[in-house]
């Protein structure tokens, strides 16, 4: 029995991780705090020697391959237990699930066939002969092709799934392991490890269209939704390239433990997990400044990892400690970096842009004292929130809480409420209305709400000229004075009218006479009270001859 107990660059291969986890693999398109390292939940013993985990596309299960026995442990993600298990071929190496979760392809590189698993029954149902040494399997994003890489003939075998048949044979470089599909699977990425390169196979052709030389013993391979970034983990060389696929060119190279044969993406592309097969831990690399943040110490030899599409959840294959590492991925802490605008009014409502990182699936935005915004909508970077009233004034925090905690209060942060204020727009106008026995005059007042803040209530007062009679429809009048409330709020940029008239009689002989309206009280304070306020002047011969100005 030809197990692989300690990887080597020549004939042994970790599965094809990057095909397994294709689709949770990503890369961010913009800095972000680096998330918190996992922790060990739990450990579960599986049958010996496991080398590739896949993940039903719902999480609930995992499938566990043994390379020296060919048995699949089927994890329950639940319960972190085996619930049941499988043989198929002689020593299995990676497993890949379709995407509907009602088939999974396994490599057997001793008897160079892929099995074809109906997953409701946990049977076999098709056994298909492919190259010499089967090792990495990956599928195209609708599960129609398969591709597997053969290291012992140095080629890429493509398997229609419907027809469980292999229709092409694609020559690589040396030793193909580790594979990818791009998301419009118009390209399947290759880590020739012999090669100490990336081949790029155009799907179309079937051949290969470009190579992207790398590090030693390039292994597992991992690939971000959108295509533009391959992260190739060098088993030979302590680290892990970054590979630009617009240019097809080397991007960077990030240095980690030893023995790196495969690395993973978290869903959101912000973390890559390297698993350092001779340190017995998992490197975390912020994807963004590309730099480790975290080491991880896991279980015997770890091999392949899949994560949970909530990003929650990883299953990591500990290949000579017969068991899988249970991973937790704590959610990070949101960050408030900046506050625009900075100040606002204690009566609320002011539209504040909160940037930062990790605020996405906010559940509250506080300000302070002030309670929690009323709305608020956010992103990644940024949320769009409605501070609440207050009865007080001067700085508060505007934190920001996730399921994966609160923002701690910092300067960035601060939100300063000031005095609330509403200026009163205040406009008369005087209408004259001739008549030899009853001539008048009508008044209109528009009252307009001139911020910042709405008015909440006001009143309009007006000495009225002596000796004239006056009425009004809707302010009262007594005593020679008119006095207009606003009981209902004004909001800035709205208006409402008054009326009011003063009567002019057949033996008014020459009148002159000014009438003044002015906001006298209300709330919220009027900014400028001096200019709340309008003047008509009247002058009448009789009723007959009337002008105002």
């Known amino acids: 029995m030809n197990i692989r107990r300690a990887p080597r660059r020549s004939w042994t291969a970790v599965a094809a991780i990057g095909a397994a986890t294709a689709a949770l693999l990503s890369q961010p398109g913009t800095a972000a705090a680096a998330a918190p390292a996992p922790t060990v939940a739990a450990t579960v013993k599986v049958a010996p020697y496991p080398a590739g985990v896949a993940l039903a596309p719902d999480g609930s299960r995992a499938y566990v391959t043994s390379q020296s026995t060919g048995a699949v442990s089927v994890v329950d993600t639940a319960s972190n237990t085996v619930t049941g298990s499988f043989t198929a071929g002689t020593g299995s190496y990676a497993v890949a699930v379709s995407p509907d979760g009602r088939r999974a392809y396994l490599t057997h590189h001793l008897a160079n066939t892929v099995s074809v698993v109906d997953t409701t029954t946990n049977t076999v149902a098709a056994t298909v002969p492919v190259g010499v040494q089967p090792w990495g399997l990956a599928l195209s994003a609708d599960g129609s092709r398969a591709y597997v890489s053969n290291a012992g003939a140095n080629t890429v075998s493509v398997l229609d799934t419907a027809a469980q048949k292999v229709t092409a044979t694609v020559p690589v470089g040396a030793e193909p392991h580790g594979l990818a599909v791009s998301p419009d699977s118009k390209r399947v990425y290759v880590a020739a490890s012999g090669g100490q390169a990336v081949n790029v196979i155009d799907t179309a052709s079937n051949t290969v269209s470009a190579t992207v030389p790398v590090g030693h013993g390039a292994f597992g391979l991992a690939l971000s939704p ?38 993973t993406l978290s869903p959101d592309g912000a973390s890559a997990y390297v698993s350092n097969y001779a340190d017995n831990t998992v490197s975390v690399v912020d994807t963004a400044s590309r730099a480790v943040t975290a080491t991880v110490p896991v279980g015997a030899s770890p091999y392949t990892l899949a994560v949970t599409a909530d990003g929650r959840h990883g299953y ?6 017969s068991t899988v590492t249970v991973l ?16 606002g009014s204690q009566a609320g409502g002011a539209t504040v842009t909160v940037t930062g990182t990790d605020l996405a699936g906010a559940t509250a ?7 929690n915004a009323s709305t608020f909508n956010c992103t990644k970077t940024s949320c769009t929130a409605t501070a609440p009233a207050t ?43 001739t008549d030899l026995v009853a001539g008048r005059v009508d008044y209109t007042i528009t009252l307009t709400g001139q911020g910042p803040d709405p008015v909440t209530s006001a009143t309009v007062n007006a000495t009225l000229p002596p000796g004239l009679p006056a009425s009004s429809t809707d302010c009262a009048v007594a005593n020679g004075q008119l006095a207009c409330t606003l009981a209902a709020p004004l909001a800035k940029g709205a208006s409402t009218i008054r009326h009011f008239s003063v009567g002019l009689g057949l033996f008014s002989l020459v009148q002159t006479f000014d009438v003044t309206v002015a906001r006298t009280a209300g709330t919220p304070a ?14 009448a011969v009789f009723a007959l001859l009337i002008t105002c100005s």
């Open 391 to 433: 009865t007080a004034t001067g700085p508060v925090d505007v934190q920001v809480t996730t399921p994966g905690g609160t923002s701690a209060a910092v300067a960035a942060d601060r939100f300063t409420y000031t005095a609330a204020g509403a200026h009163l727009g205040v406009a008369l106008v005087a209408t004259p209305v």
């Open 526 to 539: 009027d900014p400028s009270p001096a200019t709340a306020q309008d003047t008509r002047s009247c002058s």
């Open 226 to 263: 959108d295509g533009t970034r391959l992260w190739a983990a060098n088993g030979d060389d302590k680290t892990v390239a970054v590979i630009d696929t617009t240019a097809n060119t080397l991007a960077s190279t990030v240095t980690v433990g030893a023995n790196p044969y495969a690395v």
């Open 365 to 371: 935005v506080s300000f302070g004292a002030a309670g």
């Open 316 to 321: 990591l294959a500990d290949f000579t400690g």
């Open 328 to 343: 937790n991925f704590p959610l990070p802490v949101p960050v408030v970096t900046g506050i625009s605008p900075a100040t």
